[in-house]
């Protein structure tokens, strides 16, 4: 039997991976009923419905296709280093690495390092066009999650934030 579309299957087997990973781990957690849900209900049931996604993905990519099917391309290694790279360093500036004697720098220079250092992950990106969008999701994040929401975690470096 022959794939239609090897980008399907491998794409239907990472959804049932995550998504069984997300059930697995919400069963710690008391999960309740539809009624009275418990705290691992939504992960349960959200890992459920990635399991059934992807059981449906992986059944698509059996279907008659183009000849040779739809074939997976090389991997894009620049996009993948500078997203990870900038979700790892939005959560090391945001509550700092005390192991590593870095602290935090709160919730507006985070945004700034993940923008801008995710910005790069494109080709021709431009340095301005990221601090741009930087500004204004600092500003709308410390708006929704700051002043509307009331959480509290640190928005500003240590030595501004007094």
Do not use: C, H
């Not at 705290?39 to 349960?44: A, C, D, E, S």
Request: no cysteine; proline share 6%.
């Amino acid at each position: 039997m022959a794939f239609a579309s090897q980008k399907d299957f491998v794409s239907g087997l990472m959804f049932m991976a995550v998504g069984g990973s997300f059930a697995w781990g919400a069963v710690d957690y008391e999960i309740g009923n539809a009624a009275r849900m418990g705290p691992g209900y939504f992960p349960f049931m959200l890992g459920l419905i990635l399991v059934l996604l992807g059981v449906l993905v992986t059944f698509n990519a059996f279907k008659s296709g183009p000849p040779g099917g739809d074939k997976i391309g090389a991997l894009a290694w620049r996009p993948l280093v500078f997203i990870l790279g900038a979700n790892l360093l939005f959560g090391a500036l945001l509550v700092g690495i005390p192991a590593f004697g870095l602290p935090a720098f709160g919730l507006i220079v985070a945004i700034f390092g993940l923008v801008i250092m995710a910005g790069y992950a494109r080709e021709g990106a431009k340095f301005k066009e990221s601090l741009i969008l930087a500004a204004i999701l600092a500003a709308g994040s410390y708006l929704a999650f700051v002043k509307l929401l009331n959480l509290q975690f640190p928005v500003l470096p240590w030595f501004l934030a007094n």
